[in-house]
């Protein structure tokens, strides 16, 4: 297979690394055919892979590089801390500031817990909402992805679905047996379920918009819906923003949509391109968390000073200019792939909210896992290749989200337009 660029580096190093690494990968989403590229460098909106190839970036690393890459006052920021120490296993006046932050500005912020992810966030979560409630059974939308640990690794989205295990193996089925699934923008399903189970689910979890099964909104007034039938039958709302927290709004889709749950998951962009995870919600919740309460989590590097300073560091910059630059350079490209679509009578469905977008190659709107799933998978692998090809890298999966960061504008944004455009005719 030739992508038509010159990776000989890449594919030495792969070939190297799949001695030593699982197909030459720590996480599946970073594996594509015949073998990914090896980064170098990166700075700003761009990645430099071994070889010298240069590519504008709308992975950003699924997610968490909203700055750009090297933001330099994070990098001046965390140096300093550096040189103070990386971990000390005490509590610092930085995790104050940072929980402060984020009380400031998510609405449904109350009491804020560091962890070291995403998928560690959305498992505390889970727990403390059966253990304050004393029931076993969760809701999770299909499609939906929360990390990659037993609760919720079922009919899920990301790597678990490009890779086609959405049900991973090792995976006790009465674990499972313990998340309902339902889809996303049904209102009578969810009805339904609930009804069905109403004294045994402790929590409906979601990401407000999907964003690891491409990008799927909630329909005008679905979050809404799910807001008030959770508070009927007292059970609690996790709002997974570990995507759309600080990148849809300050405070997130809740925010964005004016939905605010009981608790909420953000990670990826709080910490400024280090690992972070965090677990917040009301104080009368977050209260159940040991050492306050019985409900155990706990960790050596939560909290840890380089990640907390390099979040700090992110949020300062996160301005009103912030919001308005990356949504609009967003609009401007996913405009620009339907209109390219659409000229060429090329099936599509573009999805786009804030900065986050997807195309789908199929026809009719995609609101769900199912309508997902319908899109040409062969069509969307050409329009990849074609963008790496030229010089533009997006996630290489139909089932992950682009993203645009303060550093996609001008020339940039010329460029890849051109880029889009120049695969687009090479559809026929
Ligand atoms: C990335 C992601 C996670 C998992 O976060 P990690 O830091 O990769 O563990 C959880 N939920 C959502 C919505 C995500 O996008």
Known sequence: MDIG????????????????????????????????????????????????????????????????????????????????????????????????????????????????????????????ARGITGRKKIVKFDGAYHGAHDYVLVKSGSGALTHGVPNSPGIPEETTRNTILVPLNDEDALRKVIKENKDEISCVIMEPVMGNIGCIPPKDGYLEFVREITEEWDILLIFDEVITGFRLAPGGAQEYYGVIPDLTTLGKILGGGFPIGALVGREDLMEHLSPSGPVYQAGTFNGNPISITAGIATLEQLDEDFYRKTFRSAEKIYKFIGECAEKRNIPHCVNGVGSMFQIYFTDGQVLDYESAKRSNIEMFNRYFYGLLKRGVFIPPSQFECCFTSVKHEGEVIEETLRAIEEVFKKFQ
């Open 5 to 128: 660029l010159n990776l000989s580096k890449s594919k030495e190093l792969f070939e190297e690394a799949k001695k030593y690494l699982v197909k030459g990968v720590n996480s599946p989403v970073r594996y594509f055919r015949p073998h990914p590229f090896f980064v170098d460098y990166a700075k700003d909106c761009y990645l430099f892979d071994v070889d010298g190839n240069r590519y504008i970036d709308y992975c950003l690393a699924y997610g968490p590089m909203v700055l750009g890459h090297g933001n330099s006052y994070v990098i001046k920021k965390v140096m300093e801390q550096l040189e103070r120490g990386t971990l000390y296993g005490c509590p610092t006046e930085k995790e104050i500031i940072l929980a402060k932050e984020i009380v400031k500005r998510v609405p449904s912020a109350e009491i804020v817990r560091f962890v070291n992810s995403g998928t560690e966030a959305t498992m505390s979560a889970i727990r403390l």
